[in-house]
């Protein structure tokens, strides 16, 4: 019989077990750092921008020279110069004059907003008439209102996107301190599996869980080292395992987790450290190991890859989050379900949907079937959980799906 822990009781058991990998930083150039997760937060050194801007294309004005103007009495301004793309604006603006500036370009000081050409009329003479009062600071962006020296431009942790890469770019870190990519190791084991490229013969199936690992891995950020299939044979799964433990910071061995005769992935994880636990209160993915020799995770997975996929969307990427320091934070949504889900098994219940929106309303399609259909994953947009207690979910009731971000 297994001794289950609850979901709730596995997280804290990762959280006490395992720390995070020590000398795991290093220096990347700035695009190499895309999907990477931030080593150190990242402070501004500089203004940015570094000199007032304007946002539109326009006159550089002192906004208490506009008061009360009009398009029937406009206010009518000498034309003081002109500032170019790209060059600073080297004079200062005097009262009661303006001074063409496009939009980005710097506005000169004395100037304190900035009116829209549009707001404008050119009298041809060397002098503008300005239609519209103006408020101070309008249409401009001031020095430092983007970053300040010293401001976090970004959190360690964060796992960066382009959006970051471009914030990066805007305060000249060009060199990204990057925490270095966790290696993992993904066996599969079972004396039925063939390789994806085979046909398989009588009673042999395709390794579905080798490939959808390493994918699953991939997109996470980290570095695979796929050790392919493993017969049944303990011996041999052993030597396998050590020759592992010994590349990687963790590994995955899917199959045999469970209680039968020639599963032997539970006596293989004991004999090379500390078992941490053999059993979790979910359905699908109740049979999952736990261990660890030193601070390397062993994590022997359900072979049902339906069972394998969730065991590693929700306890094998938290722990390889916990090594890499990494932001964890998932994302949901509300939907509506398309139909009644039942549930008794005691056990949280894990569920792939399909999402669309229908008539302005998002809808979960729940996708149903067993734990060892792979096809019951594939066009999936998320999943969501009733809990162990409760029976189920009634059509048209909300649940909280979250959105599995490979797809994005
Ligand atoms: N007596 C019991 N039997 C089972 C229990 C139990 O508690 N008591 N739990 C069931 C549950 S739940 C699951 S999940 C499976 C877990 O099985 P194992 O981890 O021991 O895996 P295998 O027996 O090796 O395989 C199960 C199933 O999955 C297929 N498989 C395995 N590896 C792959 C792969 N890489 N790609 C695709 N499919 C794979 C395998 O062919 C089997 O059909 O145990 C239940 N039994
Ligand atoms: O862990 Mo399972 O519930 O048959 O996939």
Known sequence: ??????????????????????????????????????????????????????????????????????DAIPAILPLAGEVLMGEGAEFEL????????????????????VVMVEYTEDYSDGTMGITKPAAPGENMIFRGDDVEPGKVVLRKGRVLGAQDIGALAA???????????????????????????????????????GPMLEAMLTFFG???????????????????????????????????????IKDASCRIIQSMGTLLLHGIAIKPGKPTILGKAGNKPLVGLPGHPVAAYFVTKLFVLSLLGRLSCRDMSSYTV???????????????????????????????FPIRGKSGLITTLAGTDGYFCIDRDCEGVAKGAEVQVTVVLERV
């Open 222 to 260: 980290a570095e695979v080292k796929n050790y392919g299939i493993v017969k049944d044979d303990e011996k041999r799964l052993a030597a396998v395992m050590e020759e592992a433990v010994s590349k990687c910071d963790a590994v995955l061995l899917s199959g045999g987790s469970s209680v039968g």
């Open 334 to 364: 509300t939907a509506r379900i398309s139909e009644n889900v039942s549930a008794n098994h005691g056990r949280a219940q894990y569920h792939c949907v399909r999402l669309e929106k229908r008539d302005g309303e998002l809808f979960a």
């Open 171 to 209: 305060v000249g870190c060009v060199r990204v301190p990057v925490r270095k990519k966790l290696v993992v190791g993904v066996i599969s084991t079972g004396d039925e599996l063939v390789p994806p490229e085979n046909s398989p013969k009588a009673g042999q199936i395709r390794d579905v869980n």
């Open 1 to 70: 019989m297994l001794q289950v822990k609850t979901p709730e009781e596995v997280l804290e058991l990762i959280e006490q077990e395992f720390v995070p990998l020590k000398e795991s930083m290093e220096t990347v150039p700035l695009l190499s750092a895309i999907g990477r997760v931030l080593g150190e937060d990242i402070l501004a050194k500089e203004y940015v921008p570094d000199f007032n801007r304007s946002t539109v294309d326009g006159f550089a004005i002192r906004a208490r020279d506009t008061f009360g103007c009009s």
């Open 94 to 113: 005097q009262p009661e004059t303006c001074c063409a500036v496009p939009t980005g370009g710097a506005v000169p000081k004395g100037a304190d907003c």
